[in-house]
Nanobody, 123 residues
Framework: QVQLVESGGGLVQPGGSLRLSCVVS????????VAWFRQVPGKEREGVSC???????HYVESVRGRFTISKDHAKNTVYLQMNGLKPEDTAVYYC?????????????????WGQGTQVTVSS
């Protein structure tokens, strides 16, 4: 059974840092890309970053240089290190498994999603 479980969200001041974790089960990170998305109520979901199966990293321009995606095969976990956080980064963050190449964010279509973790950047 495929599952993705996010954690690590919270309240942080502008300029602060958080590290999100996405623990996956039912598949391996050797064979699937995993991406991070975020969504604010009333807005479309936005791709943030993607880690491909062979370790290549993708970032949306608004987070490039501030966020870093990584993965630990032994722990079946994909991380999103977020530094220099801004109020506009406030959102629910989701991780998702890429199923196949497609026209979606970062060139994939996604089939399984986590439940999300809230990130709030505010003073």
């Amino acid at each position: 059974q495929v599952q993705l479980v996010e954690s690590g969200g919270g309240l942080v001041q502008p300029g602060g840092s958080l590290r999100l974790s996405c623990v996956v089960s039912g598949f391996t990170l050797d064979h699937h890309a995993v991406a991070w998305f975020r969504q604010v109520p009333g807005k479309e979901r936005e791709g943030v970053s993607c880690m491909t199966a062979n370790g290549y990293e993708h970032y949306v321009e608004s987070v490039r240089g501030r966020f870093t995606i990584s993965k630990d095969h032994a722990k079946n976990t994909v991380y999103l290190q977020m530094n220099g956080l801004k109020p506009e980064d406030t959102a629910v963050y989701y991780c998702a498994r890429a199923r196949v190449y497609g026209s979606g964010w970062f060139g994939y279509e996604y089939d399984y999603w986590g439940q999300g973790t809230q990130v709030t950047v505010s003073s």
